[in-house]
């Protein structure tokens, strides 16, 4: 009996005695590398592995990337494409200063300045390296079949060399400049942060309208009066005829709450005439809005909060903080009659990602990347974009999307994307922290030069990084080899698709077709999925707060990786939320010991059989290879459509419901007897189901799969892994 020759299936299928074998086992028959690959591999599926933040260990959203990227690699390999997956952890610079930074502070009551550039890079470092191990071993244990002799690290020596081409290439061409203008500053963290990396929370606010003076003929509202101490203007709507007679005139302001004003009433049709009192009071010095009022009037910009969130006008508010002064203000007035309304409502409240602290719009010199300045493109493949042309970087990313080159599997994030593209302004790259790749300018006196390497004695280098997102805007060819010509670059970009979830479609998705478009006149990749946020079993958002974490490592010590894998895909289309519970993951613990029973007892029921589809005969086992058909249909279809979830859907319910529940309870009677046609018959079916179950099977749960396919007594070869992917039998 097999039974005899397998002792391990006399026990029910256990997932810990064997995950780590059986990887290894993929590690070293070299096939995560496409160099290794068996057969002739014609057609190429490539793609880049979102690198995880070297900030902690693995979550359950990097692990349902992990899981999603890993089925479509794993089914485009068994497809016989040269299948490529880079893999590669990211630096999340400000995130992991920030960290390190309160561990010091926590253990050592010691700040960055205190240690020095030097010394606190070295620790960042020290915590990395530590992190970074951490995080391989997790991708390891999710199953995930990277090509581990490519891994790349945005900080290492050859993203290094890579983001500093960029930028040098980048401000050659005019499209990075330095200039004083609008940023978000976190006060918390002392550098600037991008739009996207801001956390809107709603909270309580009072909205105050007041006239400046009692002869000031306009009354304005804000939620936020202590930066009325540096308007420069009232804006009104052009057509509203209340302020018409007013456009134009400036007003002198003696004293407001101790500052002198002088106030000019301007026409914008950005105002809207119908919220609030139709009228704008214009700060732009501390807001975007106002600041680009401030630009099409000529207006000047005093600014009168620092990147402490303190004020700094002469008087009674200089050096109190913005809440301090907000009731100050008020205060004066109440006191002098000014005050009109005073109303309770709720706002939105801009604070940094990173630290939580409130964000205060302010003009600072920074480093920019232009995205409407036109440049000629050498090379292009993007439709409607032509070799030797004038173009945008806005363009590119407006034409990579419109011609078709990139392609989103769920519709309503290409709106996303577009609209934001329409409304996208320059964009800030330099950081005021010490880890990140640093901007390779150079100061002497007046001259400034931008290389590489210092220019000699007394040069100084710009103390601040670049945005981390400059450096992972480059990740789907600066993982290839560029700024070579590699042959890597040469066979894998485009690559064939990105998977990354919908919280970063700013962040990266769209900066990486700006990159890739400007230096290769390519698209980074043909198809973007974005996958949801990953949910508790009640729906909620998973937090520390809420406590409702579930560790994707210790869930599969329990249960099993495959069973991890197959609750988080299970029932969540391209773009939605997925919902993880332990009873989740538990009931497909079961699911593989179910298919390790079926698996027991085909085996125990063909011991010596030789695959020969000449002797399945019988009408109804043609009947039943004939559903099985459509079951290959089905599934192969669901992925060709990224529609993972309806794929491993069918397959559950056949297994469960059909293999299990219908076709092997029918074979018990009919394989008890003497040989017969019938029973060859039904042995070559059950051969068939099972050898074919495990391979369309395979990308979802691939440990308990392989682990079987290795006691099959015929396979095609030796791991499932590079098995051909079942085609229509009849």
Not at 125 to 146: C, H, N, P, W, Y
Not at 353 to 370: D, F, M, S
Not at 385 to 408: N, P
Not at 525 to 552: A, C, E, W
Request: some cysteine; proline content about 5%; glycine content about 6%.
């Amino acid at each position: 009996m097999i039974l005899a020759m397998n002792p391990k299936f006399l026990k029910p299928y256990e997932p810990a005695a064997t995950e780590k074998e059986i990887y290894k086992k993929w590690e070293e028959s070299g096939y995560f590398n496409p160099d290794n690959l068996p057969g002739e591999r014609k057609e190429v599926f490539s793609i880049v592995l979102p690198p995880p933040n070297v900030t902690g260990t693995l979550h359950m959203g990097s692990a349902l990337m992990l899981a999603i990227e890993d089925i479509l690699v794993r089914y485009e390999r068994m497809r016989g494409k040269r299948v490529l997956w880079i893999p590669g952890t990211d630096s999340a610079a400000i995130a992991t200063q920030a960290r390190v930074e309160k561990d010091i502070q926590k253990s050592e009551k010691k700040s960055r300045h205190d240690l020095g550039r030097e010394e606190l890079l070295k620790r960042i470092d020290a915590f990395v390296e530590e992190s970074k191990s951490t995080i391989l071993k997790q991708m390891r244990a999710m199953g995930a079949s990277l090509d581990w002799s490519r891994y790349a690290y945005t900080m290492d020596q050859a993203r290094y060399a890579a983001v500093m081409e960029a930028f040098i290439r980048m401000h050659d061409a005019g499209l990075i400049y330095r200039g004083n203008r609008i940023v978000n500053w976190d006060p918390k963290g002392q550098t600037t942060i991008s739009d996207d990396e801001i956390v809107y929370e709603e909270r309580d606010a009072k909205l105050y309208t007041f006239k400046y003076s009692k002869d000031f003929p306009i009354s304005i509202s804000t939620t936020r009066p202590e930066t009325k101490v540096g308007d420069t203007a009232v804006a009104v709507h052009p057509d509203d005829a209340r302020y018409k007679q007013y456009v134009g005139k400036a007003y002198e302001i003696q004293d407001f709450a101790g500052v002198a004003l002088t106030i000019t009433v301007v026409a914008d049709r950005s105002v809207e005439p119908e919220f609030g009192t139709g009228a704008l009071g214009v700060t732009p010095a501390h807001s975007q809005v106002d600041w680009e009022i401030a630009d099409r009037h000529d207006l000047p910009r005093p600014q009168v909060i620092n990147e402490y969130a303190k004020m700094t006008v002469d008087g009674p508010l200089k050096d109190k903080k913005t809440s301090e002064a907000r009731e100050m203000v008020v205060a004066w007035l109440k006191e002098h009659g000014l005050l009109e309304k005073e109303e309770d409502i709720k706002q939105n409240i801009s604070t940094a990602e990173r630290t939580g602290g409130i964000v205060e719009p302010l003009p600072k010199l920074q480093w920019w990347v232009a995205v409407d300045k036109e440049f000629t493109i050498p090379h292009s493949e993007i439709a409607g974009i032509t070799s030797g042309s004038k173009t945008t970087l806005k363009q590119i990313m407006r034409k990579a999307v419109e011609g078709g080159e990139t392609k989103f599997v769920t519709e309503r994030y290409e709106r996303v994307y577009t609209n934001w593209i329409e409304n996208l302004r320059d964009w800030c790259i330099s950081r005021q922290i010490w880890f990140g790749h640093r901007i390779p300018v150079w100061y002497r006196g007046e001259e400034i030069k931008v290389q590489v390497d210092s220019p000699g004695t007394g040069w100084e280098q710009d103390p601040d990084v670049l945005d981390t997102w400059f450096s992972s805007g480059l990740w789907t060819f600066s993982t290839l080899g560029w700024p070579q010509m590699s042959d890597d670059l040469k066979k894998y970009h485009p690559t064939s698709m990105i998977e990354t979830g919908y919280d970063i479609l700013f962040f990266w998705v769209a900066r990486m077709i700006l990159m890739s478009g400007f230096f290769l006149g390519q698209v980074p990749f043909r198809t973007v999925y974005m996958h949801g946020l990953v949910r508790d079993g009640q729906g909620r958002k998973i937090s520390k707060s809420l406590g409702n974490n579930i560790d994707p490592v210790d869930m599969a010590a329990k249960y099993g990786m495959d069973a991890v894998r197959v609750s988080l895909i299970a029932g969540m289309a391209p773009g939605t939320d997925s919902r993880i519970s332990e009873d989740k993951i538990r009931g497909y613990k079961n699911f593989a010991n179910k298919i390790w029973n079926i698996a027991r007892f085909i085996l125990e029921n063909t011991e010596g059989v030789k695959l020969s589809q000449e002797k399945l005969v019988t009408a109804r086992d043609a009947e039943l290879i004939s559903d099985f058909d459509g079951v290959v249909n089905a599934v192969t279809e669901n992925l060709e459509n990224y529609r993972i979830d309806l794929a491993a859907e069918r397959l559950y319910h056949y297994l469960w419901d059909e293999l299990a529940a219908v076709i092997v309870e029918e074979s018990k009677p009919i394989l008890k007897g003497e040989q017969t046609t019938e029973k060859e018959s039904r042995q070559q079916l059950l051969l068939i189901l099972l050898t074919n179950s495990l391979k369309l099977l395979h990308p979802f749960m691939p440990f308990v799969t392989e682990e079987i396919w290795q006691h099959l007594p015929q396979k095609e070869s030796d791991l499932l892994m590079v098995a051909e992917w079942p085609a229509r039998i009849n």
